[in-house]
DNA sequence: CCTACCGATCGGTAGG
DNA sequence: CCTACCGATCGGTAGG
C-alpha cells in the first residue's frame, strides 16, 4: 500500500525527512484546475453550498475561501477562475448523479418490470437532488446560464448521458401503455416536474422522499 | 375625454399652450416607483427581456439604460433602485399571468368539465411562460432568490393566489378519479412540470403549445 | 497558500 | 432625464 502524502500542514515535516520531497512552487495544472487533495474538495463543496444558497453571482469568491478558512486569493491557487470552479461542481455533481442512477438499476436492469426501474429511477433523482450534502446538481440545475458556451456544451453532453437512461425504461411504459403521453416528451414533462422540486421541497418538514416518489408515480403512470 | 399628456418629447409643446401646466421637477414617488407613462414600462419590459436572458446579477442597470437609449443613471429615475426594478418586472407578470388565468375559465367557471378547465389552466399557463413577449413571469420563476424577504413575501402571495385555482380543480379530478395522487403534491408536480419548460421549449422549434398541452393532458390524467 | 495590490465594473446619487 | 462622480466590491495576479 503506498503511503498518501497529504499535504495537510505543510510545516509538520520534519527538515530531515527521508521521505520523497514534493515538488516545489505551483503544480502543474490540467484543464483550468489543479490537483490538491483536500482543500480542493473543501472548496468544491463549500461552492456548492453557497452557490446553491445565494446564486452564483451573489457568491464571491472571497466567501468560498473564508468559507473554508482561506485568505481572498487562494482560491486561485487551485481553480484558475471562478467559472473553472463553478464548472467542477457541476461536473462532478453530474458524475456523482450518473453513478447514483446506474447503481439504482443495479442487478436486474433487464430483468425487473419498467415499473419497478421508472420507480428507482425517480428516487434515485430525489436523492440526487435532496439528499444530505448534494448541492452539486442544485446549482447545475439553477445556474447553467452562467457557463461559457463550451462549458456548456460539455455539461448538456452529461446530461445527455444521465436522460438517456430513462428513454428505453419509458419506451417500455409507453408499449404497455402505462404511459400514454409522447416518449420525448414525457421525459422532459417527467424531469421537469422533479427537478422543479428543488425549489419547494423542505427534507425537514412535509412530505418524505418517499412519499413523494409515491406521488410522482401515481401521477404519471396509468394502472391498466 | 380627457387628453392624456404624454411626455413623448418635453421640448415640443409650444410655450403658450393652455393645456394645464405638469408639475416642475421630480414626480411623487409611491412604494419606491415614481409613475411616467411609456417610458417607465418602456424599462420594465427592457429589463424582463435581460433579467430573463442573462440573469438578474449579470445585468447591469446600465445595460438596461442601453436598451431603451438612457443614460447610464437614469433609470434611477424611475424605480429607486435595481431591486425595485426587479420587484415591478415580477408583480407585472404575476398581475398578467393572473388576468390570462381568469380569461381562460371566463363563461363556464363552474360549467365545463374539469378535464376542460385543466386544459385551459395549463394552455394558459404555458401561454404565460412563452407567449410573445411574456417574460416577466419566467423571470420570477427565474430569479426569485435576488428578491428581499419582505418582496419575496409579497410575491409568494400573488402566487397563492395564482395555484389557489387550480385547487378546486383538482380535487374534482381528484373525486371523479382522473387524478390519482394527492391534490397537493400533484399541484405541486404538475406546475413544476409546466414552469421547467422555460429551461427547453423553444417556440421556434419542435411542438407546439397545442401539442405541449395535449402531453400534459395525456401524462397526468387518467383516462377512466 | 498568503500578502498586497490592480483595474474594472457596478449601484447609486447630487445637482441641474 | 443627463452629467459627472463616488465608494464599494469583485475577479484575478505577482511575488514570495
Request: glycine letters at 6%.
Amino acid at each position: 500500500m503506498i503511503a498518501l502524502a497529504l499535504p495537510i500542514n505543510p510545516h509538520s515535516g520534519s527538515p530531515t525527512d527521508l521521505a520523497p520531497k514534493r515538488p516545489r512552487g505551483r503544480p502543474r495544472k490540467t484543464e483550468g484546475e489543479r490537483d490538491d487533495g483536500n482543500r480542493r474538495q473543501e472548496l468544491l463543496t463549500a461552492a456548492a453550498r453557497l452557490f446553491r444558497r445565494q446564486g452564483f453571482d451573489a457568491t464571491s469568491t472571497r466567501d468560498i475561501a473564508a468559507a473554508v478558512g482561506m485568505h481572498s486569493g487562494s482560491p486561485f491557487y487551485h481553480f484558475k477562475s471562478k467559472d473553472a470552479l463553478l464548472f467542477a461542481v457541476m461536473e462532478e455533481g453530474m458524475h456523482a448523479a450518473i453513478e447514483r442512477q446506474a447503481r439504482a438499476l443495479q442487478g436486474d436492469a433487464s430483468a425487473a418490470a419498467p415499473r419497478v426501474q421508472i420507480r428507482r429511477l425517480i428516487r434515485a433523482h430525489f436523492d440526487t437532488l435532496h439528499g444530505p450534502g448534494n448541492d452539486f446538481v442544485p446549482v447545475m440545475l439553477y445556474e447553467h446560464r452562467s457557463l461559457s458556451a463550451r462549458q456548456r456544451a460539455s455539461l448538456d453532453q452529461l446530461q445527455m448521458d444521465y436522460e438517456s437512461t430513462w428513454t428505453p425504461v419509458l419506451d417500455a411504459l409507453h408499449a404497455s401503455g402505462h404511459l400514454r403521453a409522447p416518449v420525448k416528451l414525457s421525459r422532459l414533462l417527467i424531469l421537469g416536474a422533479l427537478n422543479w422540486s428543488v425549489q419547494w421541497f423542505d427534507r425537514k418538514k412535509g412530505a418524505s422522499l418517499d412519499e413523494l416518489t409515491d406521488a410522482a408515480m401515481a401521477l404519471f403512470l396509468k394502472e391498466c
